[in-house]
C-alpha cells in the first residue's frame, strides 16, 4: 500500500444527516468537498443544511480559506470518488447495500485514498468483503453531529492495514476530531453500546415507576452527564477516591458498586413503554421543534467545547489547520 498523499479533496458518499453533518466539518475546515447522492432532493437539502449549521460550524474551528463554496454534488459515485483524497461514507446501515457499494467506491477511488465509513453498527470486516483493495478501509464512525461533536471511533477489518488505521486517526485528530482507536470489532462499536447500556437502565426506572420522563433526563444532564461533560468516568473515579485517588476508590467504594449490579433493570419494552417515553419527551419538548431542540444542542455544545479547549490541553484543538496541515500523511 502507497503512502498517502495530502488531503485536499474529500469526498462524501451519502449526504443525509450524518453525511451533511461531515460534509459541514469538512467545508469549515478548508477542504475541497464533492457530496454523491441518489435521492433526487438531496443536494438542495445538503445546501439547506450547511448554510443552517455554519456559523455553529465555524465557532468550533475554521480555517482562513473555509467556504461553503468549495462544495460540489454529482449524482455519479464513482465521479463524486474519482479524485478523492479520502471518502467518508454515510449510506444507510444495510450490510448488502455497504458490501456492494464498497466494492464500487474501491474500483472508482484512487488507489492512495482511504476510504472510512461512519457505519454505527455495521463491522469492516463485513463491509470490505468484496473490496479489490480492503486494506485502506476502516470504520472511522462519529458522534452525531459530527459538525459539533468531536468523538470518532476508527476500527479496522481483519483486512485493514495498520498504515490505514494510523493514517486515518492522524487526519482526524488534524481536523479537530478526537479520534479513538478500537482495537477489537463489536456491533455497535463502543460510545452506543455506552449510550445503550445507560438507556437501558434509565427505561428500567421509567417502567418501574421511579421516576417520570423529564426527571429522567434530568437525573443525566444535571448529574453524571455534567460531570461527563468535562471528565470520563476513570477519572471522575479518581476524584472520588479522595487522597488515595483511584486506588483508593478501587479498594474501599468500587466493592460497593459492584454489589450493586445485580439489581440493574433489564425492562421489557412494550408498546406501553413506548408510548410513555413518547408522552413524556413531547411534555418536556413543551412545543419546540426537533429542529430548535438541536440548535439549542448545538449551541451549548459549542460553548462547552470553547470551555474544554481551556482547560484540556488532550483535547482537540478549537481550530485545527486544514488541507496544509496533511503534508506528508
Not at 444527516?17 to 475541497?32: E, K
Not at 417520570?212 to 476524584?239: C, E, F, I, K, T
Request: glycine share 8%; hydrophobic share 40%; net charge negative.
Amino acid at each position: 500500500m502507497k503512502a498517502h498523499r495530502p488531503v485536499h479533496r474529500v469526498a462524501i458518499v451519502g449526504t443525509g444527516t450524518i453525511g451533511a453533518s461531515w460534509a459541514t466539518h469538512y467545508l469549515v475546515r478548508g477542504f475541497d468537498v464533492t457530496a454523491t447522492d441518489p435521492a433526487p432532493t438531496a443536494e438542495t437539502a445538503l445546501r439547506s443544511y450547511v448554510e443552517a449549521a455554519w456559523d455553529v460550524a465555524a465557532s468550533i474551528g475554521i480555517t482562513p480559506d473555509a467556504s461553503p463554496d468549495r462544495l460540489s454534488f454529482t449524482s455519479d459515485m464513482r465521479q463524486a470518488v474519482a479524485d478523492a483524497d479520502f471518502v467518508q461514507e454515510n449510506a444507510p446501515e444495510r450490510p448488502e447495500l455497504k458490501v456492494k457499494l464498497y466494492a464500487d467506491i474501491d474500483d472508482a477511488a484512487p488507489r492512495d485514498a482511504i476510504i472510512a465509513s461512519s457505519s454505527s453498527g455495521i463491522t469492516m470486516s463485513v463491509i470490505q468483503a468484496e473490496c479489490r483493495r480492503p486494506e485502506r478501509t476502516v470504520i472511522g464512525h462519529p458522534f452525531n453531529p459530527p459538525h459539533v461533536v468531536p468523538l470518532v471511533e476508527v476500527v479496522g477489518g481483519t483486512r485493514t492495514a495498520a498504515e490505514t488505521i494510523e493514517d486515518a486517526m492522524s487526519f482526524y485528530a488534524a481536523i479537530g476530531k478526537k479520534p479513538i482507536h478500537l482495537k477489537k470489532e463489536l456491533p455497535g462499536h463502543v460510545a452506543n453500546r455506552l449510550q445503550a447500556a445507560l438507556y437501558r437502565e434509565v427505561l428500567h426506572l421509567v417502567q418501574q415507576g421511579v421516576l417520570d420522563v423529564a426527571d429522567s433526563d434530568d437525573a443525566v444532564s444535571w448529574g453524571p452527564g455534567l460531570r461527563w461533560g468535562v471528565m470520563g468516568p476513570h477519572l471522575l473515579w479518581h476524584l472520588g477516591g479522595g487522597e488515595g485517588g483511584i486506588q483508593h476508590f478501587m479498594e474501599t467504594l468500587m466493592p460497593r458498586m459492584v454489589a450493586s449490579w445485580p439489581d440493574l433493570g433489564t425492562p421489557e419494552f412494550t408498546p406501553e413503554l413506548a408510548q410513555t417515553i413518547v408522552g413524556g419527551v413531547l411534555k418536556e419538548a413543551d412545543g419546540l421543534s426537533v429542529d430548535a431542540l438541536a440548535a439549542r444542542r448545538d449551541a451549548m455544545l459549542s460553548a462547552l467545547l470553547a470551555v474544554r479547549a481551556q482547560y484540556d490541553p488532550s483535547g482537540p484543538p478549537s481550530a485545527a489547520a486544514g488541507p496544509e496541515a496533511k503534508e506528508g500523511t
